[in-house]
């Protein structure tokens, strides 16, 4: 079992930064694809970006290509979720998510161990 915890939310102004950490906790986490999704009030669960176990690849959603940036640092057990120039559309819970053996792929399902989310409010 891995528990993804996120942290490191909060309100900010559009166009400023946050960083997101997730620090899963239970099995080796290296040997996990590591994935950001977020769900904005009303909407269904939405892809972010993913990371692979190595930290050498990711993919995006097209909405945050350029602006987000993901890394993850095994040694610390710990994935990151860089947002730049941050808009009120970017406003939702950001959630990290856990995949064994997967790679390429945007669907909640998917993915199989879940954090419980941490709150980002843009405001214009």
């Known amino acids: 079992q891995l528990q993804p915890v996120e942290s490191g939310g909060g309100s900010v102004q559009a166009g400023d930064s946050l960083r997101l950490s997730c620090a899963p906790s239970g099995r080796s986490f290296s040997s996990y694809t590591m994935g950001w999704f977020r769900q904005a009030p009303g909407k269904e669960r939405e892809f972010v970006g993913a990371?692979?176990?190595?930290?050498?690849?990711?993919y995006y959603e097209d909405s945050v290509k350029g602006r987000f940036t993901i890394s993850r640092d095994n040694a610390k057990s710990t994935i990151y979720l860089q947002m730049n120039n941050l808009k009120p559309s970017d406003t939702a819970v950001y959630y990290c998510?856990?995949?064994?053996?997967?790679?390429?792929?945007?669907?909640?399902?998917?993915?199989?161990?879940w954090g419980q989310g941490t709150q980002v409010t843009v405001s214009s």
């Open positions: 990371i692979n176990w190595s930290g050498r690849d990711a």
């Open positions: 998510a856990a995949q064994l053996g997967g790679w390429g792929t945007r669907g909640t399902d998917d993915f199989d161990y």
